[in-house]
């Protein structure tokens, strides 16, 4: 039997995790967490919004694990988010993210039913019209990987799965030299 092709695959660096929940809508909690954030030099890797799900909204979003304890505090320290915002937090996720050649939903599928088989854990789900994107355990990334690439035929010419650069907010300007 053929294997179903995809365009690609990405594995992330070591990502922490928080889910927000609240009543409100988002739009004020999006922009307070992002500026909260922001003001501390901490990029979100990750963000996804889900309206109104039984009576309440959530918030999910990822950072650089080692940016956890910072980002736990902040985000703990009173009033900083809204009244009636809970705060769930993983400190070990990663993110495999698959560009779909054709038939999404068969693809996702298929990695939801043999990441089960293999007691891989799906933290969250995200898509967009090229991409989709599942939040996992960390410490399983290396093995929720090789079942995708064991489970699909990516391309001869495929980038490198796992990230090779790391990006960091800074205070420091670097000055290009000028001939």
């Not at 901490?42 to 980002?71: G, W």
């Not at 900083?80 to 693809?107: D, Y």
Request: overall charge neutral.
């Amino acid at each position: 039997m053929e294997m179903m092709k995809i365009g690609g695959l990405k594995q992330s660096l070591e990502f922490c995790q928080f889910d927000l929940k609240g009543p409100d809508s988002s739009e004020k909690i999006i922009s307070g967490v992002s500026k909260l954030l922001a003001s501390k030099k901490i990029n979100m890797e990750f963000l996804t919004y889900y309206p109104n799900r039984n009576s309440y909204h959530q918030l999910t979003f990822c950072l650089n694990q080692d940016k956890f304890y910072d980002a736990s505090e902040l985000l703990k320290k009173e009033r900083s988010l809204p009244m009636g915002w809970q705060i769930n937090c993983r400190e070990h996720v990663g993110i495999i993210t698959v560009f779909p050649h054709r038939s999404a939903i068969k693809i996702m599928r298929v990695i939801m039913v043999s990441w089960a088989e293999q007691s891989i854990p799906i933290y969250g789900i995200a898509t967009s019209l090229s991409a989709i994107s599942f939040v996992t355990d960390y410490h399983a990334i290396d093995k929720a990987a090789g079942i995708v690439q064991d489970s699909f035929q990516l391309p001869d010419d495929h980038a490198p799965i796992k990230p090779e650069i790391l990006y960091y907010q800074s205070d420091k300007v670097k000055k290009v030299k000028e001939d």
